[in-house]
């Protein structure tokens, strides 16, 4: 399934299918993208970055694909389990804005068993 | 061991009232981070302190005002709390100022009655 991660949308997915979450950005300055998923009650965690050097980078069961033509981020996550459950948020470290991070609106993840 | 913790982690109080809370980070981190979480989840940088001074101030009403005693350290007091305060708050740290790797507190969660 997909979903655009704005106004925290929801997404909903069977347990052991892919998930993808997109989020759109909107400076073209920015050059560093960062996942975090935030579970229930606990602070956002990193998941995987991405320079905007790079299109594609790998972790564990997670791919994060940077579009800068049309300045779209998005996060697969493979064979996704019921701990995957969370808000993700993609974030942009913008460098005309101090080098700090602004984050996206978050895209709530369900997954059911 | 926990790498960064705020107290308390839930608080209270009436519309007027002066409150803190404070941060702290073992992580030997240079850059600390105060983040406001409105309840629609979305999550923006309100203050950035590097090596105990001030780097980023997000436009933040003066009621709010960050102390950093040293580098470990970003307490955040809040005078004259209004209704609109409530939020959950998170502290950051990260290695270098703008580091992408942002490690997140636990959040303190603000209600103003």
């Known amino acids: 399934g997909e979903s655009v991660g704005l106004h925290l949308p929801t997404l909903s997915v069977q347990e052991g299918d892919n998930s993808i979450i997109n989020c759109a950005y909107s400076n073209s300055a920015s050059d560093y993208f960062i996942w975090y998923k935030q579970e229930s009650g606990k602070g956002p965690q990193f998941i995987i970055d991405?320079?905007?050097?790079?299109d594609k980078r790998q972790g564990q069961r997670v791919t994060v694909l940077l579009n800068k033509t049309v300045k779209h981020l998005s996060l697969q996550i493979a064979a996704t389990q019921p701990g995957d459950s969370a808000v993700y948020f993609c974030?942009?470290?913008?460098?005309?804005?101090?080098?700090?991070?602004?984050f996206g609106g978050g895209t709530r993840l369900m997954v059911k068993p | 061991d926990t790498a960064v913790s705020q107290t308390p982690k839930y608080l209270v109080t009436q519309m007027g009232n002066d409150k803190s809370i404070k941060c702290e980070q073992n992580?030997?981190?240079?850059?600390m981070y105060w983040y406001k979480q409105d309840s629609k989840k979305f999550l923006k940088i309100m203050f950035s302190?590097?090596?105990?001074?001030?780097?980023i101030n997000e436009t933040v009403p003066n009621r709010f005002s960050p102390k950093s005693p040293d580098k470990a350290h970003l307490n955040l007091h809040i005078n004259s709390l209004e209704l609109g305060d409530s939020a959950v708050y998170f502290c950051a740290s990260s290695l270098i100022a703008g580091g992408g790797e942002q490690f997140f507190g636990p959040g303190t969660r603000l209600t103003v009655l």
């Open positions: 991405i320079r905007s050097n790079m």
């Open positions: 974030a942009e470290k913008r460098n005309n804005a101090g080098n700090m991070l602004t």
């Open positions: 992580l030997g981190h240079d850059t």
């Open positions: 302190y590097n090596n105990k001074e001030l780097i």
